[in-house]
């Protein structure tokens, strides 16, 4: 399949910006020792609030750390 390039550069810009939002998500998971910032609300790290956002975060992971769709860039003149 052919794709034109301002398609690939979305295509890109959708992966980073979902590689980025994913290490955020596994952040709150990795310092489960740290509060948690909502906006201007801080939820204390040893809140049962905390645990089931932690809880909710990891489910997220789960079913959304990979993308359903990936971007194969191919060598000028391949014709596979």
């Not at 794709?3 to 979305?10: K, P, T, Y």
């Not at 890109?12 to 952040?27: A, E, G, P, V």
């Amino acid at each position: 399949m052919i794709i034109d390039s301002e398609m690939a550069e979305f295509i890109d810009q959708l992966q980073q910006w979902h590689h980025n939002k994913i290490s955020q998500l596994q952040s709150i998971l990795l310092y489960s020792d740290k509060n948690i910032l909502l906006g201007d609300a801080t939820i204390p790290a040893d809140t049962e609030m905390a645990k089931g956002i932690r809880i909710g975060v990891g489910i997220a992971l789960g079913l959304l750390s990979k993308l359903p769709f990936s971007l194969v860039k191919e060598l000028e003149g391949d014709d596979a």
